[in-house]
């Protein structure tokens, strides 16, 4: 069983930076990880994703540039990378393993989910 924990959520102002860690407990080495985002109202949507081994990453195009996914294999932890934060990046932050592997990019089928933590930014 996997286990997902967001961290380092918070309030900032436009142009700012915040690092979001994702703990996994259990055996997520052959996972794809992957972060999600929901704002108010709106869909849940994939905002970056890597690859078992971190050698591939993916990044949707309003994130390109800003963010930046890696993991720590030996600590077992996903991070996001988040600069330059505008308001529209207002949501809650959602850390996803994903261990039915298709075709890369992995952006849908997740299998695991963390709680989720909140991201506001201020204008």
């Known amino acids: 069983q996997v286990q997902l924990v967001e961290s380092g959520g918070g309030l900032v102002q436009a142009g700012g930076s915040l690092r979001l860690s994702c703990a996994a407990s259990?055996?997520?080495?052959?996972?794809?990880m992957g972060w999600f985002r929901q704002a108010p109202g709106k869909e849940r949507e994939i905002v970056a994703a890597?690859?078992?081994?971190?050698?591939?990453?993916y990044y949707i195009d309003s994130v390109k540039g800003r963010f930046t996914i890696s993991r720590d294999r030996a600590k077992n932890t996903v991070y996001l990378q988040i600069d330059s934060l505008k308001p529209e990046d207002t949501a809650v932050y959602y850390c996803?393993?994903?261990?039915?592997?298709?075709?890369?990019?992995?952006?849908?089928?997740?299998?695991?989910w963390g709680q989720g933590t909140q991201v506001t930014v201020s204008s």
């Open positions: 996803a393993a994903k261990n039915s592997l298709s075709s890369w990019p992995e952006t849908k089928g997740y299998d695991y």
């Open positions: 259990g055996r997520t080495f052959s996972y794809a």
């Open positions: 890597i690859s078992q081994s971190g050698g591939r990453t």
